[in-house]
């Protein structure tokens, strides 16, 4: 599709061409805004403020990459300065002495369906649901997560690893219920 | 592990790729106000700097009274130095008429004392009226100048002046400006702008009419001021007689024109006239036009007051002027408010150089083949702050780039007129003169162009706009660009914050 005529109005203001663009991507974004929050509330709020953010700084958009993409990182962004503000990252320990407790019988790929695994990450704590996003669906690197949430690479390594622990935790004891 | 790390990321990635999640119809709602908010706020930043652009200007015109004080005071020095001067009778009566200027009225000529220290110490053999222009007072026209005077420099009383003039209208009916013919006087140097001079050398009218030199009046404004001054037009009977005889008010003010005088008249010991149109001259104002003159005459009678030049070489004596006026340059700092549909309005404040430069020179040429010459090379800097209220309408945009067209008024104060003049052929005696104006009055102006603006930074651009700038006439009596060609080709630039 053919975002240019769209971002046109919406750089200069146009509250019709703001509501065009929010059309084409609120879903996929509240879809973003969801992995990131503990619930639909949460989650609202990230979309209108990522929305707001998009419609302001639409004029950084060099237009190189895909529009999608670079709205994914308003979100993702404009989550993870949430999460800073609430400090919720805080309680966070290294990976050293983390037992990965991962239980070799739960195939999480094939026995879950995706909106039980949504529900999973959403009950997640806040700091391994933002680390498990960011590693395992975003791509990044534990070094570049690091960086963005200010926490040592051995702590993103170990936010992980207990991410994942807690996800085979609630798929075990998920298929263990009678 | 890595493995199994990267076989759990495919499955997330490949779970979460086109995951998506219905807003509620509220979400936008509530997005939408927020925006709306948003311009609502943004327009905030608009009115503070429109209302910083209008205090600036504001500023700018209390400079402005504060440098007419000034220049008013430059004037009396130039007169007080003239009054200790022992050089010739015709340089000292200059400075008595110049001084008569500045006092206002005459006792003796009308009633309207208006006590001053030099009132009383009239060196001029003749009548001198102040009038003023508009509905000002005499003391707010000795301030600002707009000072009229009319003398005869050898018949000192009124009855003078009616003569003249009853023959003026006599011998001119067509012409407006009273002229007279009587008695052959020599004409008194005037060297102060608006300065009005009756005299009775036909020659000498006709010369100074041919070369707009001398406008020898009273004139409709004259006889205003003089009600103005609280005359009624019995007083006005009374004291000009036979000259509104019969005519009722209406009448009166059908009795001349405006007061023009653009000219510069030299005269030396022998009588002898320098003149030419003089209004490149004239066109500079104020202080500095005084001084100017004042050293053009004292020069002139150095230079030609010696017996090889005669009446008879009046022909040989030429004033050679020039002046070329530069475009102006225009900087702006500006504030734009994006409104819909591609229209943005646009203000600011905008700050103007004006340049000028000139000569002015004086030359004999006689039969015995005597010739000489001495002047001036005149700098003028004119510097102007302005407001700019500008619309604009984009029609090409790129992501930096904007094409427009945009069309406003603008509004500028005249800051200070800066002059420099330096002797041409540093002739003994001459020195450089250095002076400074206040620039009265406000310049409207109206524009329309095209114009680029280059985004340099979030919100900033660079612009450049070539325009067609209509100037109005000023009340300013600065002659500049402006006002020499009030239709002009210019090129605004600036930076601009543009609000969205």
Not at chain 1, 18 to 39: H, P, T
Not at chain 2, 171 to 200: F, M, R
Not at chain 2, 298 to 322: E, M, P, R
Request: net charge positive; aromatic share 10%; glycine share 6%.
């Amino acid at each position: 599709m053919d975002y240019n005529k769209i971002l046109e109005g919406c750089l200069k203001g146009n509250l019709k061409a703001q509501r065009e663009l929010y059309d084409c991507f609120a879903s996929k974004m509240l879809g973003v805004c969801m992995r990131y929050s503990a619930n639909r509330e949460e989650a609202k709020d990230l979309l209108h403020d990522g929305f707001i953010k998009v419609f302001t700084k639409l004029d950084t958009f060099s237009g190189s990459g895909p529009l999608e993409a670079w709205m994914r990182r308003i979100f993702v962004n404009t989550a993870l300065e949430q999460l800073r503000k609430n400090d919720v990252l805080r309680d966070t320990v290294d990976y050293d002495g983390i037992t990965e407790n991962l239980d070799a019988s739960v195939d999480i790929e094939s026995d879950l369906n995706r909106a039980e695994l949504m529900e999973i990450i959403n009950s997640m704590p806040p700091g391994y649901r933002t680390v498990f996003n960011l590693y395992a669906i975003e791509g990044y690197a534990h070094q570049e997560i690091a960086t963005m949430l200010h926490i040592s690479e051995g702590t993103s390594k170990s936010q992980f690893a207990r991410a994942k622990v807690w996800l085979q935790t609630k798929i075990t004891s998920k298929y263990s219920e009678p | 592990m890595k493995e199994e790390k990267d076989k759990l990321r495919d499955f997330m990635q490949g779970a979460f790729q086109d995951y998506e999640v219905a807003p509620d119809p509220e979400d936008w709602n509530r997005i939408e106000k927020t925006l709306f908010g948003r311009k609502r706020r943004r327009i905030l930043p608009f009115i503070i700097w429109a209302t910083a652009a209008c205090l600036l200007l504001l500023l700018a015109l209390y400079t402005g009274g504060i440098l007419n004080h000034s220049e008013n005071t430059i004037v009396h020095t130039a007169v007080n130095a003239h009054k200790t001067d022992k050089s010739p009778s015709l340089l000292n009566t200059n400075s008595a008429a110049k001084e008569a200027v500045q006092t206002g009225f005459d006792k003796k000529s009308l009633s309207t004392n208006h006590s001053s220290e030099k009132i009383n110490q009239s060196k001029v053999n003749g009548i001198t009226v102040a009038t003023v222009q508009e509905n000002k007072t005499v003391n707010e026209a000795k301030t600002i100048h707009h000072v009229a005077a009319i003398k005869t420099s050898q018949h000192a009383k009124l009855k003078s002046v009616e003569r003249l003039i009853r023959t003026a209208k006599a011998t001119e009916p067509i012409n407006t400006l009273l002229a007279a013919n009587q008695t052959k006087q020599t004409p008194q140097v005037d060297l102060k702008d608006k300065t009005v001079t009756v005299s009775s050398d036909q020659t000498l009218i006709s010369r100074a009419e041919n070369n707009n030199l001398l406008v020898h009046a009273i004139s409709q404004r004259n006889t205003d001021l003089l009600l103005n001054q609280g005359k009624n037009i019995a007083q006005l009977k009374q004291q000009f007689g036979g000259i509104l005889s019969g005519r009722d008010p209406s009448g009166v003010q059908n009795i001349g024109s405006d007061i023009r005088f653009t000219g510069l008249a030299l005269s030396n010991s022998s009588g002898m006239i320098i003149q030419s149109s003089g209004k490149e001259m004239m066109s500079y104002s104020g202080s500095f036009a005084s001084q100017l003159a004042s050293n053009m005459f004292t020069n002139s009678v150095k230079v030609f007051d010696n017996s090889l030049l005669s009446s008879l070489n009046i022909g040989d004596l030429f004033q050679n002027n020039s002046r070329n006026y530069f475009p102006p340059i225009t900087f702006g700092l500006n504030v734009n408010l994006a409104l819909e549909n591609n229209w943005s309005i646009e203000t600011g404040i905008q700050y103007t150089r004006l340049q000028s430069s000139g000569s002015i020179s004086i030359s004999s040429s006689n039969a015995i083949q005597f010739t000489t010459s001495f002047g001036y090379n005149v700098d003028e800097n004119l510097y102007y702050l302005g407001v700019p209220f500008i619309i604009n309408y984009t029609f090409s945009q790129t992501r930096k780039t904007s094409f427009y067209i945009s069309g406003g008024i603008s509004v500028e104060k005249g800051l200070i007129a800066k002059y420099k003049a330096t002797p041409v052929d540093n002739f003994p005696g001459m020195t450089p003169i250095y002076s400074h104006n206040a620039i009265p009055g406000l310049q409207y102006s109206m524009f329309g162009g095209i114009g680029i603006s280059y985004k340099f930074i979030r919100h900033f651009e660079l612009f450049g706009q070539p325009s067609m700038t209509y100037y109005l006439k000023s009340d300013g009596k600065n002659n500049t660009i402006y006002s020499v060609h009030p239709l002009i080709f210019n090129l605004r630039t600036g930076i601009r914050y543009t609000i969205k």
